[in-house]
């Protein structure tokens, strides 16, 4: 997963509690085309918004879907009903911590405006 957070505070720390009571969502559709990348989209909404609402975090996981390989394993673990767009981790956030906010930089660091 990629940690976007600096510091030792960022992300959750690995042991053997870390995944208990994880799901690992795939979200795929029937073809890869936009118009299916839209109805993709579409699902991811409802589904953070339902987690978020059952009071569950979420962590979108691109990376499975970025490069042949892993996007292939994703097919194969659909046997072959969809297209893989995105895999999601749902669970449960570490109990009465918050995480800290990722940073941002100053919106004039990032944006021009031509005159």
Do not use: Q
């Not at 299916?36 to 987690?51: C, F, I, M, P, V």
């Not at 996007?71 to 009903?81: A, I, K, N, P, Y």
Request: proline share 9%.
């Amino acid at each position: 997963v990629r940690d976007h957070a600096p510091g030792e505070a960022a992300g959750l720390s690995a042991g053997a509690d870390f995944d208990r009571g994880a799901a690992y969502v795939i979200l795929f559709g029937d073809r890869d085309d936009p118009a299916a990348w839209l109805r993709g989209g579409e699902a991811l909404s409802a589904l953070l918004l339902t987690a978020t609402a059952e009071g569950l975090s979420t962590a979108p996981i691109s990376d499975a879907i970025e490069l042949a390989w892993p996007r292939r394993m994703m097919r194969e673990l659909l046997s072959g009903v969809g297209e893989p767009y995105l895999l999601v981790r749902v669970g449960w956030g570490p109990a009465g911590e918050d995480l800290p906010p990722a940073p941002r930089r100053a919106p004039a660091d990032v944006i021009e405006v031509d005159d």
